[in-house]
T-cell receptor, first 112, second 111 residues
Framework: NAGVTQTPKFQVLKTGQSMTLQCAQD?????MYWYRQDPGMGLRLIYY???????DKGEVPNGYNVSRLNKREFSLRLESAAPSQTSVYFC???????????FGQGTRLTVV | SQQGEEDPQALSIQEGENATMNCSYK?????LQWYRQNSGRGLVHLIL?????REKHSGRLRVTLDTSKKSSSLLITASRAADTASYFC???????????FGTGTRLKVLA
């Protein structure tokens, strides 16, 4: 039982490059989330998807786009990476959005 | 600004002592959750307390919730070195489907 799987685990980008962070869950959860974690800031919600076919902005959506590809997969895209987007990105899922969330192991992104 | 704020930001105690950390939030909620994060890893769910509950226990964990003060506390009894981690509270502001996390408490348990 893999839970929540994020790829890649590490990535270095140059300013202006684009990339997509992938997330998949095998728990048949309806809700999925993308967070970023910076030192001293805790986790901040970027986007979330309450159910398949819906996405909503979180606390810090600027510079990001998301796609809920199907019930299992929720991707995060950086169209033009900036050094301010250097962070650790976590994907999470939950069954109904009002129960415990399960987290992936994170993607460490550095933008130079 | 973030919904939740944990206090203290950092806590250092001896093994066997109790650790208490607090969380304050800003808007109404349906539930409040506590998570643990070991260094560099993903978060792990510890306990969930609903807005109509005042106290909940799970093993060595005790969580209280005071909705009138918009605050919660997490007590870890008889702490162990393995409890060394960061602890975060998370709320669903306005009963939405999103979880908003606080800034966390870094707990260090000295053997």
């Amino acid at each position: 039982n893999a839970g929540v799987t994020q790829t890649p685990k590490f990535q270095v980008l140059k300013t202006g490059q684009s990339m997509t962070l992938q997330c998949a869950q095998d728990m048949n959860h309806n809700s999925m989330y993308w967070y970023r974690q910076d030192p001293g800031m805790g986790l901040r919600l970027i986007y979330y998807s309450a159910s398949e076919g819906t996405t909503d902005k979180g606390e810090v959506p600027n510079g990001y786009n998301v796609s809920r590809l199907n019930k299992r997969e929720f991707s995060l895209r950086l169209e033009s990476a900036a050094p301010s987007q250097t962070s650790v990105y976590f994907c999470a899922s939950s069954s109904q959005g009002r129960t415990e969330a399960f987290f992936g192991q994170g993607t460490r992104l550095t933008v130079v | 600004s973030q919904q939740g704020e944990e206090d203290p930001q950092a806590l250092s105690i001896q093994e066997g002592e109790n650790a208490t950390m607090n969380c304050s939030y800003k808007t109404s909620i349906n539930n409040l959750q506590w998570y643990r994060q070991n260094s560099g890893r993903g978060l792990v769910h510890l306990i969930l307390i609903r807005s109509n509950e005042r106290e909940k226990h799970s093993g060595r964990l005790r969580v209280t919730l005071d909705t009138s003060k918009k605050s919660s506390s997490l007590l870890i009894t008889a702490s162990r070195a393995a409890d060394t981690a960061s602890y975060f509270c998370a709320t669903d502001p306005g009963g939405t489907y999103k979880y908003i996390f606080g800034t966390g408490t870094r707990l260090k348990v000295l053997a």
